[in-house]
């Protein structure tokens, strides 16, 4: 399915289906209601009325429009209170409509952009979020099951004005890049761990750097790593017969690069919990722990087409937490690459154990500013819930602008905090730190357990992933079951912010 924009009157255009949205408690039609349902000689409104529409979020209906009209029908889909429509009800009406219609015999379906009357949203931001909450509400994971297909070949987004419909043509291009990073992010959370192994991670990563002449990859295996000193990458890895990588990714923008950043993932791609073996019901869904990682390749993915100013690394550890003769310890104490030693008391603490080699390989590019995503803790999940990201940071203005960024791409996100006073819950007697704090607090202690390996000058945030990487059942009309590819959009906002 293609989707385009262009300037012309949306009454006029000729296509199996006009959509068109309505608000809730609209003391008028819209203009564009207004002249459908006029030229309709008011059956638009009369269905509205028998069908009992009050335009609120989600609600549809349908009208045969018999030759009146360019287009065959009508769909009108509610768009909730003028007042408070955002970006993320665009997404939601425009998945909604698309659902409504995906399985009808149809071609062409023509659609107006959600809300441009009410001024608060711009025709640019308007198309991105439709294309968004179109593409993504399509979204299956298709390899190991058939994938239902439609009939449908084109939407076309048509407003009255060019000005608006260039802008439109932006935005459709701006959320097809931001899509595929997030489908990109989906594919490889879904896959199982059977086929989502390390070396398939460092694939992907090669893949990307193929297709793009911009992104560099290197990859450093066991050997390299031994060098290197990275002894929580090394200790996690131990139990699995899959070999663990450290994988650097690098994009580079064409001319001066204005800012450096750094991301880093945790790439788990199957957490047992290790000899700290999970309950069944916990370790079902863990070949999610590699999603801070996907995040990571979803965004560089489309990095080079979105072409953001900003110099970007990618770095991750891909390494898998198995039990066996050869897994390590609790009691046992790894040395990271920092020289810090830590002492493993749970050993399905094991992300931090990968995120400290990785944070401090990480700070060898002297990046202006450290992101790293990671599915580390179910205690985060039990503070914000399943949908939401914990972000804690040493720099109050990163925190600021990732929060908006994140608000913008409708992806939820609060602030923790990485509270002093809770650090002494880390100590050890036998080493540096030890991996867990006490029975309170999980997300923040580990928190402070990375900031432990940040330098205090780098602004740092980290985002606790847990819960909104993977969708135990359905979040929203264009966030299913399964991976959700959380935090692309939000990182690919801010790159483009900087
Ligand atoms: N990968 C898990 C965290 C997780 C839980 C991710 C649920 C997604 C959904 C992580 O490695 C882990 O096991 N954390 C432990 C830490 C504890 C042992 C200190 C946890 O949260 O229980
Ligand atoms: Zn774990
Ligand atoms: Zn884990």
């Known amino acids: 399915m293609n989707i385009t924009a262009r300037k012309g009157e949306l009454a006029q255009i000729q296509g199996d289906l006009l959509i068109v949205g309505a608000f809730e408690q609209a003391k008028q039609l819209s203009l564009t209601l207004e002249t ?31 030759g009146s009209l360019g287009a065959k029908r009508v769909l009108v889909v509610g768009l909730g209170k003028s007042d408070e429509l955002t970006l993320e009800g665009v997404r939601e009406a425009a998945a909604v ?25 711009g025709a640019r931001d308007i198309a991105q979020a439709m294309v968004e909450g179109v593409r993504l509400s ?16 084109q939407l076309e987004i048509v407003t ?49 750097a193929k297709a793009n002449a911009r992104v560099r990859v290197r990859v450093f295996d066991r050997e390299r790593m031994e060098r290197m000193g990275a002894g929580g990458i090394l200790g996690v890895a131990q139990g699995s017969d899959y070999p663990p990588y450290l994988v650097h990714m690098a994009y580079k923008p064409e001319g001066r690069a204005k800012k450096k950043v750094a ?16 309950p069944a019901d916990y370790m079902m869904t863990m070949k999610n722990d590699m999603a801070g990682a996907a995040s990571v390749l979803g965004a560089f993915c489309v990095l080079q087409e979105l072409a953001p100013k900003a110099e970007v690394h990618g770095i991750f550890a891909a390494v898998e937490n198995m039990p066996s003769g050869k897994a390590y310890r609790p009691g046992d104490i790894v040395t990271a690459m920092n020289k810090k030693t830590v002492e493993v008391l749970n050993t399905d603490a094991e992300g931090r154990l990968t995120l400290m080699d ?7 590019e002297k990046p202006d500013v450290l992101i790293d995503l990671a599915t580390l803790t179910g205690a985060c999940m039990v503070a914000l819930g399943e949908e939401m990201t914990g972000i804690m940071a040493n720099d109050a203005k990163l925190a600021n602008d990732l929060l908006t960024a994140a608000a913008a791409s409708g992806e939820k996100m609060w602030e923790l905090p990485l509270e002093k006073n809770y650090k002494k819950l880390l100590k050890s007697n036998v080493a540096d730190l030890q991996n867990i704090g006490g029975k309170y607090g999980g997300a923040l202690t580990a928190g402070l357990f990375l900031q432990e390996f940040v330098d205090p000058n780098t602004p740092w945030a980290h985002l606790d992933i847990a819960g909104p ?30």
């Open 138 to 153: 399509d979204y299956s994971y298709g390899k190991y099951k058939k994938h239902k297909s439609h009939t449908i070949k």
């Open 358 to 364: 990785s944070l401090v390989y990480a700070q060898k």
């Open 263 to 278: 991301l880093v993932g945790k790439g788990v791609t199957f957490d047992s919990g290790g000899l700290s073996l999970k």
């Open 36 to 66: 459908v349902n006029a030229m309709l000689r008011g059956t638009l409104e009369a269905v509205m009325r028998e069908e009992n529409f009050k335009g609120k979020m989600g609600q549809t209906i349908l009208s045969r429009t018999d």
């Open 469 to 498: 990487a993977f969708a135990e059942r359905d979040i929203n009309s264009y966030t299913k079951k399964g991976a959700t590819g959380h935090g692309v959009r939000t990182l690919l906002t801010y790159l483009e912010s900087l």
């Open 160 to 208: 009255p004005s060019g000005r608006d419909a260039n802008a439109a043509h932006k935005g459709i291009e701006r959320g097809e890049q931001f899509v595929k990073g997030t489908v990109f992010a989906r594919d490889l959370v879904n896959t199982p761990a059977s086929h989502m192994r390390p070396e398939d991670l460092v694939a992907a990563a090669r893949d990307i």
């Open 97 to 121: 409509a698309f659902q409504a219609v995906r399985s009808f015999r149809i071609r062409h379906i023509v659609s107006e952009l959600f809300g441009l009357d009410q001024e608060a949203l």
